[in-house]
């Protein structure tokens, strides 16, 4: 079982940045890929970035949506059990309840099995 636990939301103006955090309960943190998914009112769930697992490489693969490339960075710091999203040059589109996933394969392909509760980033124009 791993525990998720989300920090960094709020509310912020177009062109700001926040930066996400999600520390994960488990000691094997760095066997496990890692996602930050949203959900925007009425929309679907979708990936934002994934960064794989550290058991096979120091240098983990990651993943960012065309939607934000170039504006958000997934990383993670497997001594502090966290994963990171930062994200610059927010748009109002960008508006929704952030969610932290972890899988436990090395990959960040795949399904989610543990999520955290959320947490809400809301962008004004």
């Known amino acids: 079982q791993v525990q998720l636990v989300e920090s960094g939301g709020g509310s912020v103006q177009a062109g700001g940045s926040l930066r996400l955090s999600c520390t994960a309960s488990?000691?094997?943190?760095?066997?496990?890929?890692m996602g930050w998914f949203r959900q925007a009112p009425g929309k679907e769930r979708e990936l934002v970035a994934a960064?794989?697992?550290?058991?096979?490489?120091?240098?983990?693969?990651?993943y960012v949506a065309a939607s934000v490339k170039g504006r958000f960075t997934i990383s993670r710091d497997n001594a502090k059990a966290t994963v990171y999203l930062r994200m610059n040059r927010l748009k109002p589109e960008d508006t929704a309840v952030y969610y932290c996933?972890?899988?436990?394969?090395?990959?960040?392909?795949?399904?989610?099995?543990?999520w955290g509760q959320g947490t809400q980033v809301t962008v004004s124009a």
């Open positions: 996933a972890a899988r436990g394969g090395s990959s960040w392909r795949g399904i989610y099995e543990y």
């Open positions: 488990r000691r094997t943190f760095s066997s496990n890929a």
């Open positions: 960064i794989s697992s550290t058991d096979s490489s120091d240098d983990p693969s990651t």
